[in-house]
């Protein structure tokens, strides 16, 4: 087959709603796409577990300390069905890692933001698992197997997060007028980086015509967005929290609920190294990758002395 036939032939299978497996024929271009993509959210995922991290050490009880190190264990495996994902793709998961290292590489814009108090836990939970479930189920339906078959598992992980960071923001918006006023203020700092989490308004979004032909993404970053509003503005108010939006309102025309504009200019500020913890977070990583390098030295000694064994 040509490559014209070969590009029919691929567009013909993601329109009938085939699965693209490693072995497959793929465009460069999808195949870039996608490790681009499935790169970036790995080191999300492991990017993301620092702002929880923090807190394990702090966490007010037994019960919550055990959740909060489930929760971060977790996400540390989503990371590595990522990478895994990735390296379907023929990507050498060492330069990813060393892409992100050196500061090439992007991670979700959320992760650059500091968690100043117990509450933030449980807004993280509820908003940025809550974003990430509604993006990840779309993902769930991705033309690529690997990638929507992890998506499927992590999406059943990122369930029980959102629902443990609602039940700390519901505990804390119920009890004293402090802890009320702590969880509202964690709220008003994580509402709008949670927006961000979609990334650009689709006019100026430069991969999704692309990655939305090729049946990776199914709904449009805005489309998702609202998605996420219409979803969390009731839960808000069910918990007596209100959301720091003065142009929120109901639009009964669309069943959807109309918001403000989002600083982009933050946005672009954060994604592009200059948040407030984009510097803080690599160098936690860069330490990371140190401190272990004497596990990964062992594992390859190891690796390499059972194959000289088995060779004798
Ligand atoms: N942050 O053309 P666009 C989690 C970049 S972790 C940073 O719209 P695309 C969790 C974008 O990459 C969840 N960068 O891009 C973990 C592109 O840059 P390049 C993380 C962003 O790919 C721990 C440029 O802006 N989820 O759940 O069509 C604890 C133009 O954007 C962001 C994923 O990674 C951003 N927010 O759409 C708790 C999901 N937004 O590469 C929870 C998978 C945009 O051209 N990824 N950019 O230089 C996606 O769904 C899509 O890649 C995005 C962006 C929606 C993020």
């Not at 330069?95 to 933030?120: C, H, M, R, V």
């Amino acid at each position: 087959m040509d490559e014209t036939a070969q590009i029919e032939n691929f567009e013909r299978r993601i329109a009938a709603g085939e699965s693209i497996e490693p072995k497959d024929w793929m465009p460069e271009r999808f195949r870039k796409q996608l490790t681009r993509m499935i790169s970036q959210h790995a080191h999300s995922e492991i990017v993301g577990m620092l702002p929880e991290g923090a807190w394990i050490t702090r966490a007010p009880t037994l019960r919550r300390k055990i959740t909060l190190l489930a929760k971060v264990q977790d996400e540390g495996g989503h990371g590595l069905y990522l990478y895994c994902a990735a390296e379907t793709l023929g990507a050498d998961r060492s330069e990813l890692i060393d892409q992100l290292l050196a500061g090439k590489a992007k991670y979700s814009s959320i992760f650059n933001y500091p968690t100043l108090s117990w509450a933030d836990i449980g807004v993280i939970g509820w908003f940025v698992d809550g974003a990430a479930i509604v993006n990840q189920t779309m993902l769930a339906k991705a033309s690529y197997g690997p990638y929507s078959r992890a998506m499927i598992r992590i999406c059943k992980e990122e369930n029980f997060h959102k629902k443990q960071g609602f039940e700390i923001v519901a505990t804390l918006a119920a009890g004293t007028p402090a802890q009320h006023a702590m969880v509202q203020d964690a709220v008003n700092r994580w509402w709008w980086p949670s927006l961000m989490m979609f990334g650009p308004h689709d006019a100026d979004s430069p991969n999704s015509a692309e990655l939305k032909r090729w049946g990776i993404k199914r709904r449009s970053n805005d489309e998702l967005r609202q998605r996420f509003v219409d979803m969390t503005v009731p839960q808000a108010q069910a918990v007596n929290l209100t959301l720091p939006d003065p142009e929120l309102r109901y639009n009964a025309a669309t069943d959807q609920w109309h918001f403000g504009e989002i600083n982009w200019e933050e946005f672009h500020r954060v994604i592009n190294g200059d948040g407030p913890c984009n510097k803080e977070r690599l160098q936690a990583r860069r330490d990371a990758h140190e401190n272990g390098r004497w596990v990964r030295e062992a594992a390859e000694a190891y690796a390499a002395k059972q194959q000289r064994m088995q060779a004798a």
